[in-house]
C-alpha cells in the first residue's frame, strides 16, 4: 500500500490498477507542473485517468495547491522522501509514465506534458493500450 494524498486509507495496487491511466510525478515546488497543469485538467475532463505523485513535497501545500488549481487526479500518491520516484527512476518533476490496465509503465516522459506532446507521442500510445493493440 501506499500513502494517498487527503485521505486516510491508503492505495493499493488494485486501487491504481485497471484502465490504462497516466501516473503523474508532480510538486509544488515544480515550476514545469504548474505551467502544465491547465493542460492536465483539460486531459482530465476529456475522460483520460490521471494519478498523482505528490514527489518530495508537503502534504498541506499540496492539497491547498489543488485547492487552489483544481485537481485533475483520480488519487495522489504521496511520496515524501522520494522513495517511490527512485524504484519509477525518476530525474524530477514533472514525468509523466504511461501504464497499461495492468499496471505495467509502458511510456515515459520527461518533462512538460502540453498539447504537443499529447496529440503526437502520449495519445496514439494511449488510444493503442485502449484498444488491447500493444503490439
Same mark, same amino acid.
Given at each position: 500500500?501506499?500513502?494517498? +494524498? ?7 495496487? !488494485?486501487? *491504481?490498477?485497471?484502465? =490504462?491511466? +497516466?501516473?503523474?510525478? #508532480?510538486?509544488? #515546488?515544480? /515550476?514545469?507542473?504548474? @505551467? ?15 494519478? $498523482? =505523485? ?10 491547498? #495547491?489543488?485547492?487552489?488549481? &483544481?485537481?485533475?487526479? /483520480?488519487?495522489? *500518491?504521496? !511520496? %515524501? ?7 519509477? &527512476?525518476?530525474? $524530477? ?5 504511461? =501504464? !497499461?490496465?495492468?499496471?505495467?509503465? %509502458?511510456?515515459?516522459?520527461? &518533462?512538460?506534458?502540453?498539447? %504537443? @506532446? #499529447?496529440?503526437? *507521442?502520449? %495519445? ?7 484498444? $488491447? !493493440?500493444?503490439?
Amino acid at each position: 500500500t501506499l500513502p494517498a +494524498l487527503g485521505r486516510e486509507q491508503p492505495l493499493s495496487r !488494485d486501487d *491504481i490498477t485497471g484502465p =490504462v491511466a +497516466l501516473l503523474k510525478v #508532480w510538486a509544488t #515546488w515544480c /515550476v514545469s507542473c504548474r @505551467v502544465e497543469h491547465p493542460y492536465l485538467q483539460q486531459l482530465a475532463a476529456q475522460g483520460v485517468p490521471i494519478y $498523482g =505523485v505528490n514527489y518530495k513535497d508537503d502534504d498541506a501545500a499540496a492539497l491547498r #495547491w489543488l485547492s487552489d488549481l &483544481g485537481d485533475p487526479y /483520480v488519487a495522489n *500518491i504521496v !511520496d %515524501r522522501q522520494g522513495s517511490l520516484g527512485l524504484d519509477l &527512476g525518476v530525474y $524530477g518533476a514533472p514525468e509523466t509514465y504511461l =501504464v !497499461d490496465a495492468a499496471g505495467v509503465i %509502458r511510456y515515459r516522459h520527461v &518533462g512538460v506534458v502540453d498539447a %504537443r @506532446v #499529447w496529440e503526437s *507521442i502520449l %495519445r496514439p500510445l494511449y488510444r493503442e493500450l485502449l484498444s $488491447g !493493440d500493444e503490439g
